[in-house]
Nanobody, 126 residues
Framework: QVELVESGGGLVQSGGSLKLSCVPS?????????MGWYRQAPGKQREFVAD???????DYADAVKGRFTITRDHAKNAVYLEMSDLKPEDTATYYC???????????????????WGQGTLVTVSS
């Protein structure tokens, strides 16, 4: 069983910075096609923030372009989101997502088409 474990959320003042981390738990992860971040503000739908493929393709929501940077550590199968110039409207619970995560156990492989983390809260005060 693989879970995505997020960390790094917290309270920050407007204009400040935070770095979110997401690391899959469990052993024998051999690949993760795409990893990304979504967020959900109170009373709103979950929305896309950024993602990055194994080949390095990155995509950002317009609202965060130029302020957020997504990176991956393929050795750890981790994904990070560096957030700068934070604004009160960035306040949300941030969720990590993995797409097509493959594990191996001997000759057997298992593919998780989609996994979500439990979320980490980011609060930006004005």
């Amino acid at each position: 069983q693989v879970e995505l474990v997020e960390s790094g959320g917290g309270l920050v003042q407007s204009g400040g910075s935070l770095k979110l981390s997401c690391v899959p738990s469990g052993n024998n992860i051999i690949s993760v096609d795409v990893m990304g971040w979504y967020r959900q503000a109170p009373g709103k739908q979950r929305e896309f923030v950024a993602d990055r493929s194994t080949r390095g393709r990155t995509d950002y929501a317009d609202a965060v372009k130029g302020r957020f940077t997504i990176t991956r550590d393929h050795a750890k199968n981790a994904v990070y989101l560096e957030m700068s110039d934070l604004k009160p409207e960035d306040t949300a619970t941030y969720y990590c997502k993995a797409v097509r995560l493959t594990t191996s156990a001997g000759p057997t492989r298992h593919r998780y088409l989609e996994l979500w983390g439990q979320g980490t809260l980011v609060t930006v005060s004005s």
